[in-house]
Nanobody, 123 residues
Framework: QVQLEESGGGLVQAGGSLRLSCAASGRTFGGHTVGWFRQAPGNERAFVAGISVTASAYYADSVQGRFTISRDDAKNTVYLQMNTLKPEDTAVYYC?????????????????WGQGTQVTVSS
């Protein structure tokens, strides 16, 4: 079992930055692909970014060039650096993990989920 906990959310003005963290416990992140997803009120949970075991990174078009995902397996932590934030980035952000080296955009592929952290971007 992998337990995930997100942190780093908050309120920021448009154009600002936040760094989210996803810490694993129970089992290590080693051997797991990790994804970040977000869900705004009334919307489906959507893929934001993912990083494979071999640290290949993938991004949704809406965040490409603004967000950066990284992992530190020694610390069992995956990060999401979010720059140039926009009001439309406002959502609850979740991290998720799946065994293997493939990054998936579909939520059902991921077996482990955190509780989420709120990100609010004011205009």
């Amino acid at each position: 079992q992998v337990q995930l906990e997100e942190s780093g959310g908050g309120l920021v003005q448009a154009g600002g930055s936040l760094r989210l963290s996803c810490a694993a416990s129970g089992r290590t992140f080693g051997g797991h692909t990790v994804g970040w997803f977000r869900q705004a009120p009334g919307n489906e949970r959507a893929f934001v970014a993912g990083i494979s075991v071999t640290a290949s990174a993938y991004y949704a078009d809406s965040v490409q060039g603004r967000f950066t995902i990284s992992r530190d397996d020694a610390k069992n932590t995956v990060y999401l650096q979010m720059n140039t934030l926009k009001p439309e980035d406002t959502a609850v952000y979740y991290c998720a993990a799946v065994s293997g080296n493939d990054v998936y955009e579909q939520t059902w592929r991921y077996g482990y989920w955190g509780q989420g952290t709120q990100v609010t971007v004011s205009s």
